[in-house]
DNA sequence: CGCTAATGAATGACGATTCATTCAAACAAG
DNA sequence: CTTGTTTGAATGAATCGTCATTCATTAGCG
């Protein structure tokens, strides 16, 4: 299913497309894929039923999109945010605290990544996402280095940390959403949850 | 939204209450909750449409029961797994094994509970799950009794970290889910799981 | 016979998508 | 500058299919 690549010109000439998808984060967040209506999204939109059509195939592309965009920003964000960065432990600390910022900042997204990211076969099976590897990849790529550079523990595999240390932060990230009031900091959980995976899997003192 | 409960008698005297939400399992689990169709599941339970009724209020009761009977299950048989544990820390991996193990015996049910579990505010939000909150305080019980046993540091939030934990074994198995090939075996993967936490939460051996 | 469980065809609502029509801007000709 | 013509973006009412749910009917059992 490829999304509207034939239609990427029309980006430059308007802003309806930005206008729909921003109007459709809102709505899915609100909402859910399944119970927003397309004309929910126009309306939101300020523009006509049928001009979604002239911007996106149908409704699941209108989704496909969305994700294609947003998360691209938040890959460019983190690399961003990375960069100053060169121990892997404070990388990783640094990764946990910019992830739980950037949802923070973005409760709509993040209530879109959560929910409708995970949304069965239909977007997460048939529809591989480049887009979320990368990001976990990043987090592998830190702890590689980590090995490389010997501070991390070489029997740790990267394959099975990233997951760990990702699902750690969507956790938290997901209790957030569903629950209405924080009873920790993004700091502080940040801090929290690097600093267990970082001892986890730094070399033991005494075998150093 | 009381699911059910006038109609608990009737488990009693059939089994299609039982067929029922056996076919939905793995209806739910193939096509996700919104592309299901309830005469799918009456099909797959050899029974009609309507009667589906007679024994479920809606199609979102359907859901909402298969839950509570699934989970009842898994904090059973969890809450029997720790039952002969009695340290902490091997309690802790005894807890990740166990969940991975049980999630792969039954691919259905972790399917549902990856997508629908999360499936918007329709289900997560205004239904509390009890069962699910139940669940992780076994984690954060775990982590508590370690610290009163001066075992694990008491600056972890117990809160935070029961979240990380579940959310690291989650994200494995979601893996799992969307993956064909299995590159790590459950148990490695409990264990390399585990061990970052309870070496992130120990006593530093300095200054125990 | 009653009485309850079960059936499945019929109903009705809903909502994604379409498409005939409108509208405004761009251009051309006088 | 004015008027006529073309173009294609935008509109939104109408369409059409799809199910969840209902309920009149039947089957089965004591």
Chains 1, 2 share one sequence.
Do not use: C
């Amino acid at each position: 299913m490829g999304h509207s690549i034939l239609k990427s010109d029309k980006k430059k000439n308007s802003d309806k497309h930005r206008r729909i998808i921003e109007a459709a984060l809102k709505v899915f967040a609100k909402k859910g894929f399944y119970n927003s209506k397309v004309s929910e999204i126009a309306r939101a939109a300020n523009v006509a039923d049928g001009t979604i059509y002239l911007y996106f195939q149908n409704k699941d592309d209108i989704l496909i999109s969305l994700f294609e965009e947003e998360m691209g920003n938040i890959l460019d964000k983190m690399h961003q945010a990375l960069q100053t960065v060169t121990d892997p432990a404070a990388k990783l600390e640094r990764f946990a605290d910019q992830h739980l910022t950037m949802l923070e900042e973005n409760q709509e997204l993040a209530e879109i990544i959560q929910v409708e990211l995970r949304q069965s076969s239909k977007f997460m099976k048939e529809y591989q996402n480049d887009r979320f590897h990368q990001y976990l990849n990043i987090i592998s790529g830190i702890i590689k280095e980590g090995q490389q550079m010997g501070v991390f523990r070489k029997d740790i595999l990267p394959g099975v940390a990233k997951r760990a240390f990702f699902g750690a932060l969507d956790e938290m990230s997901r209790y957030w959403i569903l629950s209405p009031v924080k009873k920790y900091s993004t700091a502080v959980a940040a801090q929290q949850i690097s600093a267990f995976f970082i001892k986890g899997m730094l070399v033991d003192p005494q075998t150093a």
